[in-house]
């Protein structure tokens, strides 16, 4: 009877024992649930790369006190960033890349008719554009685009004509037509009265005709093509011995376009730690939802996550000359009241954003118009105006330990951030 006790405890004793491994693996589970946000989050912060030592240190700051299991994270309040896309996200503008690559390859699906209705001979009362120096009358410069367009969609082999486009770009009503088109969107641009609000959508109906998915593969031709380009200055002039209603014209255009490793890592490492992700831009949405989706160009964000400006699309979904009624116009003040119509509508986000980045005077009302914002992200494009005016204030601020906005410098010939608050100018060494 003795033995067979011996017996019994052994097989209970060998059961305990083959317990103990489930018992420390469920117990190293609930170690891993409980308080593994909060270590990881401490031990992964965004990469160096080359954020200038002290916005690497702030921005590491943030992402690790806000995000899940920082000492200012709220459950149930969402945190999240809001960030413009060119020149923030991306180095140079890929809504001009896509108009130039549209220009240059002709890749039109508008009658001349439905060319001629986006060329408005007074615009918000101005007759008249200045660009380099140059007054131009809208309507001399909008008779000579309409003529160029109709002998050029009318010979050219891709709408059925008889002449490739190696042949056409050796005429002069090519010639005429690519640099007045370029001039005419940076006339748009300069010129007080009409300015970017108008400048932006313009450029976007001359998508008009496409598809969805049409316009995203010419954004994704002219994408790959100015990633591979360098980045340099191109002069370009309509030929002298032309004649036309307005003249000569000779203006300029900045190509290439590059993806910002800093920026890709800088929005990984928020989304790792829970804190949301949007992109707020004045380029054409589909377009930054190319750019920026998962797996394509190293960002990752899911299309729900860009807002940006769209147009009307007709029954046969075809992109139309007139921009989608009821929506802002995500430039300026019409980005705060994006940011409030779409992102603080949902759960948990009825807030203010927690940082905004950008780099120019249409990011200025982002920057500075949320009072509950803890950060602005500048980067540094030698401007002035407004933009000019917080740059200044991120170097007023460059000695604090929690400043309010924090500016980032690159080299704008190489399209590379470098460590510091300058910018390298285009053109110059340093």
Same mark, same amino acid.
């Given at each position: 009877?003795?033995?067979?006790?011996?017996?019994?405890?052994?097989?209970?004793?060998?059961?305990?024992?083959?317990?103990?491994?489930?018992?420390?693996?469920?117990?190293?589970?609930?170690?891993?649930?409980?308080?593994?946000?909060?270590?990881?989050?401490?031990?992964?912060?965004?990469?160096?790369?080359?954020?200038?030592?002290?916005?690497?240190?702030?921005?590491?700051?943030?992402?690790?006190?806000?995000?899940?299991?920082?000492?200012?994270?709220?459950?149930?309040?969402?945190?999240?960033?809001?960030?413009?896309?060119?020149?923030?996200?991306?180095?140079?503008?890929?809504?001009?890349?896509?108009?130039?690559?549209?220009?240059?390859?002709?890749?039109?699906?508008?009658?001349?008719?439905?060319?001629?209705?986006?060329?408005?001979?007074?615009?918000?009362?101005?007759?008249?554009?200045?660009?380099?120096?140059?007054?131009?009358?809208?309507?001399?410069?909008?008779?000579?685009?309409?003529?160029?367009?109709?002998?050029?969609?009318?010979?050219?082999?891709?709408?059925?004509?008889?002449?490739?486009?190696?042949?056409?770009?050796?005429?002069?009503?090519?010639?005429?037509?690519?640099?007045?088109?370029?001039?005419?969107?940076?006339?748009?641009?300069?010129?007080?009265?009409?300015?970017?609000?108008?400048?932006?959508?313009?450029?976007?109906?001359?998508?008009?005709?496409?598809?969805?998915?049409?316009? +995203? $593969? @010419?954004?994704?031709?002219?994408? &790959?093509?100015? =990633? %591979?380009?360098?980045? *340099?200055?191109?002069?370009?002039?309509?030929?002298?011995?032309?004649?036309?209603?307005?003249?000569?014209?000779?203006?300029?255009?900045?190509?290439?376009?590059?993806?910002?490793?800093?920026?890709?890592?800088?929005?990984?490492?928020?989304?790792?730690?829970?804190?949301?992700?949007?992109?707020?831009?004045?380029?054409?949405?589909?377009?930054?939802?190319?750019?920026?989706?998962?797996?394509?160009?190293?960002?990752?964000?899911?299309?729900?996550?860009?807002?940006?400006?769209?147009?009307?699309?007709?029954?046969?979904?075809?992109?139309?000359?007139?921009?989608?009624?009821?929506?802002?116009?995500?430039?300026?003040?019409?980005?705060?009241?994006?940011?409030?119509?779409?992102? +603080? $509508? @949902?759960?948990?986000?009825?807030? &203010?954003?927690? =940082? %905004?980045?950008?780099? *120019?005077?249409?990011?200025?009302?982002?920057?500075?118009?949320?009072?509950?914002?803890?950060?602005?992200?500048?980067?540094?494009?030698?401007?002035?105006?407004?933009?000019?005016?917080?740059?200044?204030?991120?170097?007023?601020?460059?000695?604090?330990?929690?400043?309010?906005?924090?500016?980032?410098?690159?080299?704008?010939?190489?399209?590379?951030?470098?460590?510091?608050?300058?910018?390298?100018?285009?053109?110059?060494?340093?």
């Amino acid at each position: 009877m003795n033995r067979s006790m011996d017996d019994q405890e052994q097989k209970i004793m060998k059961n305990k024992i083959s317990l103990y491994p489930l018992f420390f693996l469920g117990l190293l589970s609930l170690t891993l649930f409980h308080f593994p946000i909060t270590v990881f989050a401490q031990c992964d912060p965004p990469d160096k790369l080359n954020w200038s030592d002290r916005n690497h240190r702030i921005l590491s700051r943030m992402i690790t006190d806000y995000g899940i299991g920082g000492k200012y994270y709220e459950p149930g309040r969402i945190p999240y960033i809001v960030l413009d896309w060119d020149q923030t996200c991306a180095f140079l503008d890929v809504e001009e890349a896509v108009m130039r690559y549209q220009i240059f390859n002709l890749l039109f699906k508008m009658s001349t008719e439905q060319f001629s209705q986006l060329l408005r001979d007074t615009i918000n009362g101005v007759e008249l554009i200045t660009y380099e120096n140059r007054k131009i009358r809208l309507s001399d410069i909008n008779t000579d685009l309409v003529n160029d367009y109709q002998f050029l969609t009318r010979i050219y082999q891709g709408p059925g004509g008889k002449v490739t486009l190696e042949e056409l770009r050796k005429r002069p009503e090519y010639l005429d037509f690519v640099a007045k088109m370029i001039f005419l969107a940076d006339g748009y641009y300069s010129t007080s009265g009409i300015g970017m609000e108008y400048t932006f959508v313009w450029e976007i109906s001359l998508l008009s005709g496409f598809t969805i998915d049409e316009a +995203k $593969s @010419l954004a994704k031709e002219a994408i &790959d093509y100015e =990633l %591979a380009n360098r980045i *340099s200055k191109q002069m370009i002039a309509s030929p002298a011995d032309y004649d036309t209603r307005a003249g000569v014209i000779v203006c300029s255009y900045i190509t290439g376009l590059r993806v910002i490793p800093e920026m890709q890592n800088f929005i990984s490492a928020c989304r790792s730690h829970g804190i949301e992700v949007y992109i707020v831009s004045a380029s054409y949405k589909p377009v930054v939802e190319l750019f920026s989706a998962p797996g394509n160009y190293g960002y990752n964000l899911p299309a729900d996550h860009v807002i940006a400006m769209e147009v009307e699309i007709s029954p046969d979904g075809r992109i139309l000359p007139q921009y989608k009624s009821g929506w802002v116009k995500t430039v300026k003040q019409g980005k705060i009241e994006a940011i409030n119509r779409v992102i +603080k $509508s @949902l759960p948990g986000k009825n807030h &203010d954003p927690l =940082l %905004a980045g950008g780099d *120019s005077d249409g990011d200025y009302e982002m920057l500075t118009g949320f009072p509950g914002m803890k950060l602005s992200l500048i980067w540094n494009r030698n401007k002035d105006g407004e933009i000019g005016k917080l740059c200044k204030k991120a170097v007023e601020q460059s000695e604090l330990s929690d400043p309010r906005f924090i500016l980032q410098g690159r080299n704008e010939n190489t399209g590379l951030t470098i460590p510091s608050s300058e910018t390298i100018g285009f053109g110059k060494e340093k």
